[in-house]
């Protein structure tokens, strides 16, 4: 069993919400938080920077609002990313907006820094590390992270190439802390099973996009509705890392997403320009094919609770 921090011990569901470039947005974190999981968005989300002392002044007051009125059915907590890439001039600002209102959770992602970690820890937060290999996994933790977030194949958005079931015992081998595995999770089923090889959350990013709450546009979630792991398509083209998109989206663009170049790996970019690529080009997991509907955020949860009792009770757990 892993060592789990208080932060992360009460949830009503074993589930991290990703954060969702573009998409996230508080009113999908609260509802997120609400129905029992963590909530998260990327800080570079709010733009301008300013906007991010408003976004976290509106999450915090209103969960606390919500767990006094429900003390027998508090929030989940909350998580802000980072990306720690030196290509994100913002990374200092939005680091002490995060401290002024002592963020619980902080996912950092593209790099590994010590004095990001550091700080969370100084206001008393946790930092959950993006890792798509083992050799990431080791510098996370040598860095000071607290826990992992396993990114295997068929993640949305950034994504790695292992398949979960070996990325997961490489960890455990030698980390008993928290983990989370990320990668084509969009059913209360996989969820029991990312537990079963070894996780202890499931991190579910492009079924949420489905949702009513979710800064997407109308086409993009009826196209995780209409698509399946086929419609995924694995480049580097757009950000210079490489990632989960959905064929549409690239065609509707104007390219052949059977026939895309190679990107140069040192133009990677999480500025203006790669706020375009996302808004044009969608991120997305293979995992879509369990999502028949757009619905709330908390229809959505309600439903992977009870696909994850089922699970449960069909395995006599």
């Known amino acids: 069993m892993s060592k789990l921090p208080p932060v992360l011990q009460n949830l009503s569901l074993p589930v991290i919400a990703s ?24 800080a570079l989300n709010a733009r301008p920077a300013e906007l991010l002392d408003e976004w976290l ?29 030196k290509s994100n001039d913002r990374l200092e600002h939005d680091m002490q907006v995060c401290a002024k209102y002592k963020v619980p959770i902080i996912i950092t992602s593209l790099g590994a820094r010590e004095d990001v970690n550091q700080a969370v820890h100084a206001w008393g937060g946790i930092v959950l590390h993006d890792i798509i290999n083992n050799k990431f996994a080791h510098k996370a933790i040598e860095k000071g992270a607290d826990g992992l977030i396993a990114v295997a194949a068929g993640a949305g958005g950034h994504a790695g190439v292992k398949s979960p079931f070996a990325l997961i015992q490489e960890i455990r081998q030698w980390f008993d802390g928290p983990v989370a595995l990320s990668g084509s999770i969009a059913s209360g089923d996989a969820v ?12 579910i990013g492009s079924a949420f996009i489905a949702t009513h709450e979710a800064r997407a546009s109308d086409a993009y979630k009826q196209a995780i509705v209409d ?91």
């Open 192 to 203: 029991l099973a990312a537990q079963a090889m070894g996780a202890d959350f499931g991190y």
């Open 19 to 42: 954060p969702l470039f573009i998409i996230s947005n508080p009113k999908l974190v609260i509802e997120q938080c609400k129905a029992g999981v963590v909530g998260s968005m990327p």
């Open 227 to 317: 698509g399946n792991s086929d419609d995924i398509v694995y480049s580097n083209l757009f950000t210079g890392v490489h990632g989960n998109y959905l064929a549409p989206s690239i065609r509707a663009a104007g390219m052949d997403p059977d026939n895309l170049p190679e990107s140069d790996p040192s133009k990677m970019n999480f500025g203006g320009d790669a706020k375009k690529a996302w808004k044009d080009i969608w991120g997305c997991g293979q995992g879509i094919g369990a999502i028949n509907a757009v619905t709330s955020t908390a229809e959505l949860v309600d439903k992977l609770r009870g696909e994850y009792q089922a699970a449960r009770a069909r395995l006599k757990l």
């Open 57 to 85: 002044a509106e999450i915090t007051e209103t969960l606390a609002a919500y767990n006094k009125a429900n003390p027998d059915k508090p929030a989940a907590p909350f998580a802000i990313n980072q990306i720690v890439h």
